[in-house]
């Protein structure tokens, strides 16, 4: 594989970078695609656990874009006759606008919203609304 400095890199057509396979991408490409990739992860961490504990939960497919609402919550869970909204984000994963405002909006709703870097956010949410229905 042939790695090129990201200054060539950017007076590339997309065409001539996707020939040249993952030394086509730049390092924040690079970033962004491994950040994607541990979301996914966490994702199916959530969903199995959720799925075990048979906790009602509507996720959109994890496998490709959906025509859901611009920054729609990765988990919609129903516990205790409340709702819960998960992001689920990498280390380092940052909330785009339209994330911040829904989760914000579920909360001045009654809702909980979380971003969840990990199982155990979830689990400390799921933990806290014990008994606060």
Do not use: H
């Not at 509507?58 to 205790?80: A, N």
Request: charged share 40%; with cysteine; glycine share 10%.
């Amino acid at each position: 594989m042939k790695i090129f400095p990201e200054n060539i890199l950017r007076l590339m057509s997309e065409k001539d970078r996707k020939a040249l396979g993952p030394g086509g991408r730049t390092a924040s490409e690079c970033r962004d695609r491994f950040q994607r990739g541990e979301e996914k992860k966490l994702q199916k961490v959530v969903a199995d656990f959720l799925n075990l504990k048979e906790i009602y939960f509507e996720v959109d497919r994890m496998d490709k874009r959906t025509s859901g609402k611009p920054g729609r919550p990765d988990f919609r869970i129903c516990y205790r006759g409340r709702w819960l909204a998960v992001e689920c984000k990498a280390e380092g994963g940052v909330l785009s606008p339209e994330q911040r405002d829904t989760l914000e909006k579920v909360r001045k709703s009654g809702g909980v919203a979380i971003v969840a870097f990990g199982l155990d956010d979830v689990r400390t949410a799921l933990r806290d609304m014990e008994g606060k229905a």
